[in-house]
């Protein structure tokens, strides 16, 4: 039941049925950004620094990158269902894992199991839905993706009230109001097991629901030779082993890392930031509640940008609309840099305004990578270009900690301390800004046979709702 050829849509299915099953996967996977809620109850559990507390969703994001890599021709291959439904297995057994790791106070089965297990659930699910729905929305792939990937995105504004809540349940004395509680050993075992089986079933709907379509199929109306006629855009299909050969594969792996360095900047220290762009006297303007309510708020523009620039590249085209995120960050960050400090309103609007570009680079690139090396394994391509994501969730704390480090201690920095960071990575915003105007359409010597692309026969003309 779960092969690819048990779940080939039937005459009439209905293509808006896809975004929401893949949505039920990326909103349960992006419960990755919400750990930073129990991280304090975690480092007094097991009494030990922040940074072995953080290692774990380091290694989650590290797994991430490599499972995309390694499994994508596998996804491609098995299609969706199956891969939704391994996704589902490693990422609730890794909380599993993790739980049992909590009860015994054994670090490294957190380790093994939110980090490991977690992380390659996160990965095989994050790209199992992109090539289904760019080939169910070939009209409108930024549409399509954005809708789904945006969840991943969103992930964190369900998961991190749901986690509180549950931990003031399970521990009726944990206070989720008071960011310097603790929960219960107990009630972060109960949390984990709860988490576990939860998305264990919500990812089950998306498992059960998913459809490729028939060979053949196009929707209602749609002409592949208007999508042509856009530039950049193929009609000819390339391999993911062809893909690396190629050098537009490795300027967008340049672009996507620039892109994502820059935003992590942003989101990795976000709620001290807005505290320290605001110190005077040594006292911050700004209180840890209202610090915390801005990360919510960027976690909001993340999600946003994801869907909104995502549908507008299927209008203006997808390297515009990176001109667009690169270009628009470069001006952004050194606005940010030079003035941020002036007013609370204009820091938190340029601050969103950046998410947003980070967020809408994550939902765009899989319509990119389509545009540049056709349907036939986008999955897999798209797999091997997340690992340019792997490397800047490392190396963009890196570099924003780094000169941190330089300027004094926390909590007594002011906006002054920011400055070396923001004008690094508007550096680094421009070498991603050349390395898209550098992409070009892929030479015909990496293109596949036709009959390994599967085109489309020009006689199937089925619609859909």
């Known amino acids: 039941m779960f092969d690819r050829e048990h779940t080939i849509a039937p005459a009439g299915y209905s293509r808006w049925l896809i975004p929401p099953a893949a949505l039920s996967v990326h909103l349960c996977i992006g419960q990755a950004y919400a750990t930073s809620v129990y991280k304090n109850s975690l480092l007094a559990h097991f009494h030990t620094s922040q940074t072995a507390i953080g290692v774990i969703f380091s290694i989650a994001i590290v797994m991430l990158g490599l499972s995309a890599a390694v499994g994508g021709t596998w996804v491609e291959a098995n299609g969706p269902r199956k891969a939704m439904f391994v996704s589902a297995c490693f990422w609730s057994v890794g909380f599993l894992v993790g739980a049992a790791g909590i009860a015994t106070k054994q670090l490294w089965l957190v380790y093994v199991g939110y980090g490991l297990l977690g992380g390659i659930g996160l990965g095989i699910g994050y790209i199992?839905?992109?090539?289904?729905?760019?080939?169910?929305?070939p009209d409108r792939p930024g549409l399509a993706t954005g809708l789904a990937i945006m969840g991943f995105g969103g992930g964190a504004l369900v998961a991190s009230p749901l986690s509180r809540q549950l931990l003031s349940f399970y521990d009726p004395a944990y206070d989720p109001a008071n960011a310097k509680s603790v929960a219960s050993g107990g009630a972060l075992v109960a949390l984990f097991v709860t988490l576990g089986i939860g998305y264990f079933v919500i990812m089950m709907f998306g498992v059960f629901n998913v459809r490729v379509p028939a060979p053949g199929w196009r929707p209602a109306g749609f002409d592949p030779a208007e999508v042509v006629a856009k530039p950049l855009v193929t009609t000819a299909n390339v391999s993911a082993s062809n893909a690396l050969r190629t050098r537009s594969f490795w300027l967008l792996w340049v672009v996507l890392f620039c892109?994502?360095?820059?935003g992590i900047g942003i989101l990795e220290q976000a709620s001290p930031m807005i505290q320290d762009f605001f110190r005077s006297g040594g006292v911050s303007g700004v209180s840890v509640a209202a610090a915390g309510g801005f990360v919510g708020l960027l976690s909001l523009f993340n999600m946003a940008g994801r869907f909104v620039w995502s549908?507008?590249?299927?209008?203006?085209?997808?390297?515009?609309?990176?001109?667009?995120?690169?270009?628009?960050?470069?001006?952004?960050?050194?606005?940010?840099?030079?003035?941020g400090h002036s007013a609370t309103a204009l820091f938190v609007l340029l601050a969103g305004v950046i998410l947003s570009f980070y967020g809408g680079g994550f939902a765009t690139m899989p319509a990119y990578l389509r545009d540049l090396f056709g349907t036939y394994q986008v999955g897999a391509i798209h797999g091997r270009v997340l690992t340019?994501?792997?490397?800047?969730?490392?190396?963009?704390?890196?570099?924003?900690?780094?000169?941190?480090?330089?300027?004094?201690?926390?909590?007594?920095?002011?906006?002054?301390?920011?400055?070396?960071?923001?004008?690094?990575?508007?550096?680094?915003?421009?070498?991603?800004?050349?390395?898209?105007?550098?992409?070009?359409?892929?030479?015909?010597?990496?293109?596949?046979?036709?009959?390994?692309?599967?085109?489309?026969?020009?006689?199937?003309?089925?619609?859909?709702?």
């Open 128 to 137: 199992s839905p992109v090539s289904t729905l760019i080939k169910w929305f």
């Open 388 to 465: 340019a994501w792997s490397a800047a969730g490392v190396a963009g704390p890196l570099i924003i900690n780094g000169f941190l480090d330089a300027q004094g201690k926390p909590g007594t920095l002011t906006a002054s301390a920011y400055q070396p960071a923001l004008f690094t990575m508007v550096g680094i915003l421009v070498v991603g800004f050349i390395a898209n105007l550098l992409i070009r359409p892929v030479p015909e010597r990496y293109h596949e046979p036709a009959a390994a692309g599967e085109p489309v026969p020009a006689a199937a003309e089925e619609g859909a709702k």
């Open 311 to 339: 549908s507008t590249s299927d209008f203006t085209g997808r390297k515009p609309i990176y001109l667009l995120y690169l270009g628009g960050g470069i001006v952004l960050y050194t606005l940010l840099a030079l003035v």
């Open 259 to 262: 892109n994502v360095t820059a």
